[in-house]
């Protein structure tokens, strides 16, 4: 027996056993995934890898975080609810992450808006009907990520960690409504006196599974679909000049749907993620290697009411649809032909005056495959955006579907991240408590903190 099981090796899980670590604590951290010279990147293929498991990207250590732009957005409202969580230690959550990137090797560079540029975003985005969220940025770099996370987990094993990889859950071990450990998909019981599920959004499935078997306090959060936008860098270097990661939040007329940028790439390149049944697009920007476009994603944010409650399984039927619309290659098409009802060609985008980065594409028609409402909020929001960033709805704007980022059910919690299961608990975005690298850390720094507080 150990004193705590942590089953994922993401920002959630790394943390976590930070903080077990510094108390003392036997940790053990279980993934399913390889370490990080084990995990087969599909960077260098420009996110389409001929001989990896969609697994070596999504999982192992670092989680999908690893191979990502590696960008921190340093503040508690982006990328989850971390003041819903934390309430006034979020602040300071956020900065501790921060600092701990930055000890294992982070850029000590910061981007935060002057306040003359943010007052000039906000008054052109209110202008245009829209909000400007600004927020401190550092970014990582998705070529440095890797060897930050390599040194992470160095210090983790320095401080007594040990690390279980290739080794994936298969279920909870409980007795008497106790977690008192896990049970690996070839029947290995492990026992521990607290037991954390820190799986990522590609876990979100089997935590789902887990939910239900044993009754765990848990709902349905929303889900973001749409678009990867790509647009040559001229058109967004005055904005990502002043903010790396620009958000801009806006809120649909016809719909009134809420829509917003996220996971913008300066100079970067549209990368393909591979799930077992579908597939998806991302965007990657490096530190020494640089395009001449910037790419972002568009969203619209969707929540369904009962009965109709399961925002997984229907954001999984629409991105396998277009998945095989696109056989099993992500769908592009010009913006301009979206706009006069028609697909994109081969020809089309080969005479496009902006040239695709990512070159595994299939040309055809992305309202063949994405909910009419989704396409309506799209094209409106774009044509919004253009008002604050202009040339972002030229015909040649180039758009990748499917764009989809899943949210797992929201399992409940108290103040240390323990669920209604005795020796349980829960973080990262498996556990739908946050969406994206510093609030999961942030959500394993109070995992962590919890289960020393109640091993004490």
């Given amino acids: 027996m150990v004193d705590a099981i942590i089953v994922g090796a993401g920002p959630a899980g790394l943390f976590a056993a930070l903080e077990l670590a510094k108390s003392r604590f036997d940790v053990l951290v279980?993934?399913?995934?390889?370490?990080?010279?084990?995990?087969?990147?599909?960077?260098?293929?420009?996110?389409?890898?001929?001989?990896?498991?969609?697994?070596?990207?999504?999982?192992?250590?670092?989680?999908?975080?690893?191979?990502?732009?590696?960008?921190?957005?340093?503040?508690?409202?982006?990328?989850?609810?971390?003041?819903?969580?934390?309430?006034?230690?979020?602040?300071e959550l956020v900065e501790e992450v921060d600092a701990a990137f930055r000890r294992y090797g982070a850029s000590g560079e910061l981007q935060e808006p002057t306040a003359l540029d943010e007052e000039m975003l906000r008054h052109k985005a209110a202008a245009a009907g829209a909000r400007f969220i600004p927020i401190k940025q550092r970014h990582m770099g998705s070529d440095k990520t890797p060897q930050i996370i390599a040194s992470f987990k160095k210090d983790l094993e320095n401080r007594g960690v040990r690390f279980l990889l290739g080794a994936t859950l298969g279920d909870l071990l409980v007795e008497n409504c106790r977690v008192r450990g896990v049970v690996l998909t070839d029947g290995t019981a492990m026992e521990a006196r607290c037991t954390l599920l820190a799986l990522g959004r590609v876990g979100a499935s089997l935590v789902g599974q887990l939910i239900d078997k044993w009754g765990i306090s848990a709902r349905y959060g929303p889900l973001d679909v749409g678009v990867r936008v790509e647009v040559p860098s001229v058109i967004m270097d005055p904005v990502t000049r002043i903010n790396r990661d620009p958000k801009f939040h806006i809120v649909t007329h016809r719909y009134d749907d809420f829509v917003r940028t996220f996971c913008t790439n300066p100079g970067g390149f549209v990368v393909k993620e591979e799930y077992p049944d579908f597939i998806a697009t991302n965007g990657h920007s490096l530190i020494e290697e640089k395009t001449e476009n910037t790419n972002f994603a568009f969203l619209v944010r969707l929540a369904l009411t009962r009965p109709l409650e399961n925002t997984t399984a229907y954001g999984m039927s629409i991105a396998r649809l277009v998945t095989t619309l696109g056989g099993r290659k992500p769908v592009l098409q010009r913006l301009g032909d979206l706009h006069s009802g028609r697909r994109s060609t081969e020809q089309r985008i080969a005479r496009n005056a902006v040239r695709n980065t990512l070159?595994?594409?299939?040309?055809?028609?992305?309202?063949?495959?994405?909910?009419?409402?989704?396409?309506?909020?799209?094209?409106?929001?774009?044509?919004?955006?253009?008002?604050?960033?202009?040339?972002?709805?030229?015909?040649?704007?180039?758009?990748?579907?499917?764009?989809?980022?899943?949210?797992?059910?929201?399992?409940?919690?108290?103040?240390?991240?323990?669920?209604n299961l005795r020796g349980l608990y829960a973080a990262g975005d498996g556990a739908g408590l946050s969406r994206g690298i510093v609030t999961a850390a942030a959500t394993g720094l109070l995992a962590g903190r919890g289960m020393v507080r109640d091993m004490a």
Avoid: W
């Fill in 30 to 91: 279980i993934d399913q995934g390889k370490d990080i010279p084990e995990r087969i990147c599909s960077m260098k293929q420009r996110g389409h890898c001929l001989h990896c498991q969609p697994c070596h990207i999504m999982c192992g250590v670092g989680g999908a975080g690893t191979f990502s732009d590696g960008l921190l957005n340093l503040h508690p409202t982006i990328g989850g609810d971390l003041e819903r969580l934390a309430g006034g230690q979020a602040c």
């Fill in 359 to 419: 070159k595994d594409i299939t040309p055809g028609d992305i309202s063949m495959g994405l909910p009419h409402r989704i396409v309506m909020d799209l094209i409106e929001g774009l044509e919004i955006l253009n008002r604050i960033i202009p040339g972002v709805n030229a015909d040649s704007t180039l758009i990748y579907a499917p764009e989809i980022k899943f949210y797992a059910r929201e399992i409940g919690v108290d103040e240390g991240l323990g669920t």
